[in-house]
């Protein structure tokens, strides 16, 4: 049995019950590691709460820019939507955590990484995997899996041991959030046909009051690198994006999802920031990858997506797509015009210096420099084996 061990600490309930949980039942040391990836609230609070909780260390790392650059850039390039949907808001953020876990777990000589979370989700997933694939000699322990706690029972435990943790039993939602996006569940969520209840969002209400607003993003290589020509930080730029976006209503997602461990879930999420610059990455894509890449990218797209929702962001797989994908954003570089109006964000326009549209191949005015000539000897060639099968037909 381990002695001393890292647990991935959010500042939650069932986190903070951890610590003293692990310590009293199998007389562990744990040191607590808080990430900041972007889901906002008090540091300062996080740690005082892991060592109320009985923590013999805790480190606060923040990594909102490490998060963006190695694991919320690559999603973008991905344009990653799992399901054609979840633009991985979870799945992105723990591998970041695993990498500062398993660094923790060095630093202080730990022989086992811990996480808060249930048998029943991806998460667990992908915090075992990536510690795995990081670090095969840490062991892992996931007390949640194994106490047998309710809610209530872990409230109680919580009250009994004096832990401050600021959830009440009305407050029904399971929530996870970083700087790419937001996840709700449970409560009447858990009802596939109930609409969800306004108050569960805070990144999309309608606050906006112009009628509409455009938003030009500028990419270099793939990656968005200034909003209406003020440059900024990624970590920033999504927030600035989806402030936007969010405040015309926009950037909702509410559907059943297939988890990894075989339970289909109903998933709300609000993402402004990471679905309008996924779409405007997208569209700049159309505008400047080659015909075949682009396609094949189209086809990959979905297999990367599906690779980090199953917590397989350390893999030989995803290295091998990834390098692909980094190969096709060289000439990625352009602007996209967002319009935002009341509940919608769409793409307006889009241009690039080093764009394949060529107003000459495309005009249908005086300036055309296609050669209609060619055309017909490819279209003969081209439909040559349909029409030498079609004849076949009617000869039979
Ligand atoms: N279903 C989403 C996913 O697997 C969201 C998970 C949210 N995690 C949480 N602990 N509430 O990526």
């Known amino acids: 049995m381990a002695k001393k061990v890292v647990l991935a600490y959010s500042g939650g309930l069932d986190t903070s019950v951890a610590v003293r949980w692990m310590a009293e039942e199998w007389g562990v040391e744990v040191v607590a590691v808080a990430v900041d990836v972007g889901q906002g609230g008090d540091f300062e609070v996080v740690k005082a709460r892991a060592l109320a909780?009985?923590?013999?260390?805790?480190?606060?790392?923040?990594?909102?820019?490490?998060?963006?650059?190695?694991?919320?850039?690559?999603?973008?390039?991905?344009?990653?939507?799992?399901?054609?949907?979840?633009?991985?808001?979870?799945?992105?953020?723990?591998?970041?955590?695993?990498?500062?876990?398993?660094?923790?777990?060095?630093?202080?000589?730990?022989?086992?990484?811990?996480?808060?979370?249930?048998?029943?989700?991806?998460?667990?997933?992908r915090f075992e995997v990536g510690v795995r694939a990081l670090a095969p000699d840490l062991e892992l322990l996931a007390p949640v899996r194994v106490w047998g706690l309710?809610?209530?029972?872990?409230?109680?435990?919580?009250?009994?041991?004096?832990?401050?943790?600021?959830?009440?039993?009305?407050?029904?939602?399971?929530?996870?959030?970083?700087?790419?996006?937001?996840?709700?569940?449970?409560?009447?969520?858990?009802?596939?046909?109930?609409?969800?209840?306004?108050?569960?969002?805070?990144?999309?209400?309608?606050?906006?009051?112009?009628?509409?607003?455009?938003?030009?993003?500028?990419?270099?290589?793939?990656?968005?690198?200034?909003?209406?020509?003020?440059?900024?930080?990624?970590h920033e730029l999504v927030g600035h994006v989806g402030g936007i976006a969010g405040s015309y209503g926009w950037g909702r997602i509410d559907m059943v999802e297939s988890r990894r461990v075989g339970i289909k879930s109903r998933e709300v999420y609000e993402a402004p920031g990471a679905l309008a610059l996924i779409m405007a990455h997208a569209d700049l894509e159309g505008l400047t990858l080659e015909r075949d890449v682009f396609h094949e990218k189209l086809r990959l797209e979905p297999r990367w997506a599906e690779l980090v929702y199953d917590g397989l962001w350390f893999s030989p797989l995803k290295n091998a797509l990834d390098a692909f994908i980094t190969e096709t954003q060289r000439y990625v570089t352009g602007e996209v015009r967002l319009r935002c109006e009341a509940g919608r964000c769409t793409v307006a326009g889009r241009r690039s210096d080093v764009g394949l549209y060529d107003y000459g191949l495309a005009?249908?005015?005086?300036?055309?420099?296609?050669?209609?000539?060619?055309?017909?000897?490819?279209?003969?060639?081209?439909?040559?084996?349909?029409?030498?099968?079609?004849?076949?037909?009617t000869r039979a």
């Not at 660094?103 to 048998?119: L, M, Q, S």
């Not at 005086?366 to 040559?384: I, K, M, P, Q, T």
Request: proline content about 6%.
């Open 363 to 393: 005009t249908y005015e005086a300036a055309d420099s296609f050669r209609h000539a060619d055309a017909e000897g490819f279209v003969r060639l081209f439909g040559l084996g349909v029409q030498t099968w079609a004849a076949r037909q």
């Open 53 to 125: 909780a009985g923590a013999a260390d805790v480190v606060v790392v923040d990594c909102r820019e490490e998060y963006a650059a190695d694991f919320v850039a690559p999603a973008l390039r991905a344009n990653a939507l799992y399901e054609g949907r979840y633009p991985l808001v979870s799945s992105l953020s723990r591998p970041v955590i695993v990498r500062h876990l398993v660094e923790a777990a060095r630093t202080f000589g730990a022989d086992a990484v811990a996480h808060g979370c249930t048998g029943k989700g991806n998460d667990q997933v």
């Open 150 to 234: 309710t809610r209530d029972d872990s409230i109680a435990y919580a009250e009994r041991h004096d832990i401050p943790v600021n959830v009440t039993r009305a407050s029904p939602y399971s929530i996870d959030e970083n700087l790419w996006g937001k996840a709700i569940e449970c409560g009447v969520l858990e009802d596939p046909w109930e609409s969800p209840p306004e108050d569960v969002y805070t990144l999309t209400r309608p606050t906006a009051t112009a009628s509409s607003r455009e938003l030009v993003v500028t990419f270099e290589a793939g990656l968005p690198v200034a909003v209406d020509g003020v440059a900024m930080p990624m």
